[in-house]
């Protein structure tokens, strides 16, 4: 017996006389002893079929509240074996525990038999309190009439061992979602509780909702007659085969039914251990709860009639919910179950705390393995810019201030963390946009285009072509695409926005508001549902908090309302030209006409919006022409504009429309005329036949340009005053040819090759997006992936594994699945073509210039014919030319232009430019090299550009003719009528 002090912690009261005492350890369930009060009756509690003696739940509740979760020093100070119950003083401070309660009146104090030194060392004291408390009548002494009777609980039958007459169901209707008080009476493990519910003492089993605990595992005895059964079982296994004696007795063999029997009772009484950390989840929810004071809110019932409901315990002034404390200490999992019948703010705070404790391994999850996500975080990528498109409800681009104007990497496209907004639909496949999804477009349109905001980049997933988020084990089976996201913040909201968004701001968070939260708040995105360890937005839960308040108050995709309709007549599509002109009248009534800048098409085109008339336009700035497509700072024009009206609102007039259905007119931002800035910038000039008179402000544009021309400002570089612009005029009576810098990428026969533009900015960018990509992201062609002839996609060249740009010309007529088809493709950026397996193609990527014409361009020799490759000295003709080229960069005057072969379909098809061909520092031209070789001869169709040029290349023919090379071996090839009615002279 121990005979010293001992200091620990009251865990249990389980009567008015006894505690339940744990010492202090550092880790693991600590040590308990349960002390009876040294000389002390109390009034014992019903018992199973009993009832309370009288004053024995007053008792009971005067020491629990007394001493329950308090430090105390504690003596044994006797012990009786025959009832195993050991009995000792317990002080609270300086307070004798057992003096409390017998002087308030609480408890009998044990009178000394004889000699028996099974007495507490503070007898005489209790005595004389116990007299004191009889005269003042307290407590259990209480002289009112009925006082005794009084004090006796009606128990309710649950309270009593009877639950089948308590009606679950009933109590869960009238009281869920409401706080219960209760007290818990037993922690069977961490997460199932008996409580008391007041004030009718209900005694109910309640599960914590959303969790669960480890097992406590069980103990089951066996019962009588099962023991006899499975004995016999076991002496029947070991029974020999010829049936002797086995300890001196036969015995007789079981039937199927009763080794069955046997072997169902012997598993049935096996005791099972229980489970990892059960004990300290066990041991972290009494210390917590055990005869606690709490709040129990019904969520839900189970078949076994069963509570589920959500417990809070008290921690000084606050209530804590125990899921989440076991939860966030790794002693909880999440059961779907029964999160369900919980409030989604309750359950994604369930969730928080558990992938916070996996993260961290807590005990549970001490040997959690993450599963593999399609996510990755960005780090310390933050930076600020300006809003010049909005592409969707979640998807933004932002011209980055720190990034050069003009620069490919300007532009960042950022989509919003963690949420997600109807999608805009694909006009190209007919899908139509889905509901609000024009609605979340226009609301970020209305408030963030033209706006600074500072950017948080926070993770990039890979996306399956569909949209759908890829895990890594599959990314070999489906093409993708790395997708940015960020959290956007608005430096500028305004009020109506900022009450969308009434949260306090989190630590760290830059300064405005957050741009996903605003969309949320407005009902107009839902916030993502991310599973575990997928990266997610830093402001997670204020997205979750702003779709709650959505929810309530029934905003945008919420509301039971059908969205609103809307028709938008698109006058911008080919072969709308007869129907824009009908509505030519309906936009000129009005002087200034409000539109929203949707495209641009180029420096001067556009495609806007008009809601007042409910209809899309083309529309050109009139008398302004910007670079063409390929043509020197036409991509500048195309970037000024964007960041100047894409996606503004903007007024126009109207003045006629074009053959094309395009409107041309005039417009403003801002009260400013666009087509002044772009002349004032260089990247526009006016149209020759331009008359100041014809259009508003039209002194403005001729003042605008003639700055331009003054400071040699873009278009206008080399610009000499007086001396005729080639565009509009004629020097001496002969044509300003353009001039261009060229290389040459590829040679056909007949005098034919593909040429790059030498230092052309969008090759290299090209170029710098397609090295970004590898074949091991895109290491097979996406399930269902059949090109179409005419599409252009992304094809792996099979000379040297680069990946470029190619159209496809013909498709096979084998299906793509038997591993034989094969597409014939022409590189759009170099002009040569070959024929390739669909391993080696992929859909264009996103982020490759899609809208970006081919860079090779057709070219032909001016003045001559050259043989093609299928007749004589076709193949020396084009062996030689590849020879002269070689790597050198040239320059080429384009003579003409020959647009009889349409569109671009494959090699050799569209634009021709009728070119001469020289390097810089050379003055005989390749056209005149092919003559004097023999290679070629003059072309009796051309129109030359002066009798002088015409001399002199039939000089270079003639010295070819008369050395009798290549064509001209057998003499004079000419005839009269050779070019009116040609006949080819085709190899045998």
């Not at 099972?272 to 004071?293: G, M, S």
Request: hydrophobic share 40%; with cysteine; net charge neutral.
């Amino acid at each position: 017996m121990a005979t010293g002090w001992l200091r620990g912690i009251v865990k249990a009261v389980p009567s008015g006389d006894s505690l339940l005492i744990m010492g202090n350890v550092k880790s693991g369930p600590p040590p308990e002893k349960t002390i009876t009060l040294s000389s002390l009756i109390a009034p014992k509690l019903a018992r199973r079929g009993g009832r309370d003696e009288p004053f024995a739940w007053d008792s009971r509740e005067f020491l629990r509240k007394k001493c329950i979760g308090q430090e105390v020093t504690f003596k044994v100070d006797y012990v009786v074996a025959t009832i195993s119950r050991e009995f000792g003083s317990v002080f609270l401070g300086e307070t004798n525990l057992a003096a409390s309660v017998v002087s308030e009146g609480w408890a009998k104090v044990r009178p000394q038999i004889g000699q028996n030194s099974e007495v507490s060392p503070y007898l005489a004291e209790l005595e004389c309190l116990e007299e004191q408390a009889k005269q003042q009548g307290l407590g259990m002494w209480n002289k009112m009439p009925g006082s005794s009777e009084a004090s006796i609980r009606d128990l309710p039958p649950s309270a009593l061992g009877d639950a089948s007459a308590f009606d679950a169901m009933g109590l869960l209707d009238s009281s869920k979602g409401k706080p219960l008080p209760a007290i818990v009476e037993q922690v069977r493990d961490g997460s199932t509780v008996r409580v008391y519910l007041l004030p009718d003492f209900q005694f109910v089993q309640v599960f914590v909702a959303g969790i669960q605990a480890p097992s406590m595992g069980r103990r089951a005895p066996i019962i009588d007659g099962q023991s006899d059964l499975i004995s016999k079982a076991n002496q029947n296994e070991a029974e020999p085969a010829d049936g002797s004696l086995l300890n001196g007795s036969a015995v007789g063999a079981l039937t199927s039914a009763q080794k069955l029997a046997a072997s169902t009772a012997a598993a049935a009484n096996l005791e099972v251990p229980p489970d990892p950390f059960a004990r300290e989840a066990k041991h972290f929810t009494e210390v917590r709860c055990l005869h606690r004071d709490v709040r129990v809110v019904l969520e839900g019932v189970d078949k076994f009639s069963n509570l589920i409901g959500s417990l809070h315990y008290p921690d000084g002034d606050a209530a804590i919910d125990l899921a989440i404390e076991l939860v966030k200490n790794g002693l909880a999992k999440v059961v779907e179950w029964s999160a369900n019948m919980m409030e989604e703010e309750a359950k994604r705070q369930l969730k928080t705390a558990e992938l916070q404790s996996k993260k961290e391994r807590l005990r549970l999850w001490t040997n959690y393995v993450p599963p593999v996500s399609n996510s990755t975080a960005i780090r310390d990528d933050n930076f600020n810019g300006k809003v010049i498109e909005v592409v969707s409800g979640d998807c933004i681009v932002v011209a980055d201030d720190s990034v050069p104007f003009g620069s490919p990497l300007a532009e960042r496209r950022v989509n919003l963390s963690s949420i997600r907004a109807p999608k805009m639909g694909n006009p190209r496949k007919e899908e139509k946009p889905a509901p609000y999804a024009r609605e979340a477009k226009e609301y970020l349109r209305s408030r963030l285009v033209g706006q600074q905001v500072s950017v948080t980049m926070e993770y990039s997933r890979k996306m399956a072509t569909t949209d759908v988020p890829i895990a890594s084990s599959t990314s070999a089976s489906l093409d993708s695409r790395v997708m940015d996201f960020g959290s956007v913040f608005l430096l500028s909201a305004s009020k109506e926005d900022a009450v969308d968004v009434p949260t306090l701001p989190s630590t760290g968070q830059p300064e405005g508001v957050n741009v996903a939260e605003m969309v949320v708040a407005r009902g107009l995105a839902t916030v993502v549902r991310h599973r575990d360890f997928e990266e997610r937005s830093n402001y997670y839960d204020a997205l979750l908090a702003a779709e709650s308040r959505a929810l309530k108050g029934k905003k945008g995709m919420h509301s039971s309302k059908e969205p609103p309709a809307t028709h938008m007549n698109d006058l911008s599509l080919q072969g709308a030209t007869q129907k824009a002109r009908q509505f030519l009248p309906f936009l000129q009534r009005v002087k200034r006409l409000p539109a929203i800048v949707d495209y641009v098409l180029s420096g001067h085109r556009f495609k806007l919006l008009v809601p007042k008339e409910t209809c899309a336009i083309a529309f050109s700035l009139s008398g302004v022409r910007c670079p063409g497509r390929g043509e020197p700072y036409a991509d500048d024009a195309i970037a000024f504009m964007r960041r100047r009206i894409l996606q503004r609102d903007v007024e126009i007039e109207v003045e006629a429309v074009d053959k094309t259905g395009t409107f041309l007119g005039t417009l403003w931002e801002s009260k400013s005329n666009v087509a002044i800035s772009l002349l004032e910038a260089g990247l526009a000039k006016l149209h020759p036949m331009f008359g100041a008179d014809r259009t508003t402000e039209g002194h403005l544009l001729v003042q605008a340009e003639q700055l331009a021309k003054k400071q040699h400002i873009k278009v206008w570089e080399g610009y000499v005053e007086g001396k005729v612009d080639s565009d509009s005029a004629l020097e001496s009576g002969k044509p300003k040819h353009e001039v261009l810098q060229v290389r040459v990428t590829e040679v056909l026969g007949g005098g034919k090759f593909y040429v790059q533009l030498a230092n052309d900015a969008r090759a290299s960018g090209i170029q710098q997006q397609l090295e970004a990509l590898s074949l091991k992201d895109k290491s097979l062609p996406p399930v269902n992936f059949q090109p179409m002839k005419g599409e252009i996609v992304i094809a792996q060249y099979i000379a040297d594994g680069s990946l470029n740009r190619a159209m496809v010309v013909n498709v096979p007529r084998l299906p793509a699945a038997s591993g034989k088809a094969e597409y014939e493709i022409f590189y759009t950026d170099y002009g040569n073509q070959e024929t390739v397996p669909l391993s080696r193609l992929r859909p264009l990527d996103a982020s490759i210039s899609i809208g970006s014409p081919g860079l090779a361009l057709l070219c032909s020799l001016s003045y001559i014919k050259v043989p093609e490759l299928e007749e004589d000295f076709g193949h020396e003709a084009a062996e030689y030319l590849s020879s002269t080229i070689g790597d050198k960069t040239f320059m080429a005057v384009v003579i003409d232009k020959d647009t009889s072969g349409g569109k671009v379909k494959g090699q050799g098809t569209g634009t021709k430019l009728i070119v001469v061909l020289h390097e810089a520092a050379t003055a005989v031209s390749v056209n005149a090299a092919m003559l004097e070789a023999g290679l070629a001869r003059i072309d009796k169709k051309c129109k030359w550009e002066s009798k002088e040029k015409q001399v002199e290349m039939a000089e270079y023919q003639e010295k070819a003719r008369i050395a009798r090379l290549n064509i001209w071996q057998y003499g004079d090839i000419d005839s009269d009528d050779e070019d009116t009615a040609p006949a080819r002279r085709v190899r045998r």
